[in-house]
């Protein structure tokens, strides 16, 4: 089995960070632009032990499938595992821990398998590592930007009351 792990410090309470990352509205539009996911269902946040039908389109396929939630602990885990996709086995545990009072670790750690045996691991050999991790590089790019964008709109609303 393969096994990726990459981290990063983003600009945001974890708390901040957190909630972010368990927002269903969030996690497709935190991917890489070369990979659309739609999450279907009514829920609106991630839930220990559900269940999710998933649309995910890579390299021009698209496949059907299903994520649970396999452990969810308030502003330290979120852990998924696909049960149904383009893997045979995926395993995805984000952690996150403070890194100061206005700063968050968020460390990614995924575990994997391809289909095909010998040629699905001369793929991941080839450019499948590569592709996740460049996929979980771009998807820190995006939270970065979020937060840095929000904490400038609210330093703006700060300003403007001030100068009342």
């Known amino acids: 089995m393969?096994?990726?792990?990459?981290s990063q410090i983003i600009p945001a309470k974890i708390e901040d960070v957190y909630s972010y990352l368990i927002?269903?509205?969030?996690?497709?539009?935190?991917?890489?632009?070369?990979?659309?996911?739609?999450?279907?269902?009514?829920?609106?946040?991630?839930?220990?032990?559900?269940v999710y039908r998933i649309e995910l389109e890579r390299f021009g396929i698209k496949v059907d499938g299903s994520i649970?939630?396999?452990?969810?602990?308030?502003?330290?885990r979120i852990e998924f595992s696909q049960l149904k996709g383009h893997f045979q086995i995926f395993r995805h545990t984000a952690r996150i821990s403070k890194?100061?009072?206005?700063?968050?670790?968020?460390v990614d750690y995924v575990e994997y398998q391809l289909?095909?045996?010998?040629?699905g691991r001369l793929?991941?050999?080839?450019?499948?590592?590569?592709?996740?991790?460049?996929?979980?590089?771009?998807?820190y790019?995006?939270?970065?930007?979020?937060?840095?964008f929000n904490q400038s709109q609210k330093k703006a609303v700060s300003k403007s009351d001030t100068a009342e």
């Open 115 to 119: 289909p095909l045996g010998i040629i």
């Open 141 to 148: 790019l995006r939270l970065i930007k979020y937060f840095q």
């Open 23 to 50: 927002n269903l509205t969030n996690i497709p539009e935190s991917l890489s632009d070369s990979l659309t996911l739609r999450i279907l269902g009514t829920k609106k946040v991630l839930v220990k032990g559900e």
């Open 68 to 76: 649970k939630v396999e452990e969810l602990i308030e502003n330290d």
């Open 99 to 106: 890194h100061s009072e206005s700063q968050t670790l968020l």
């Open 2 to 6: 393969a096994h990726i792990q990459t």
């Open 123 to 139: 793929a991941d050999d080839l450019f499948m590592r590569k592709d996740l991790k460049r996929i979980l590089e771009s998807r």
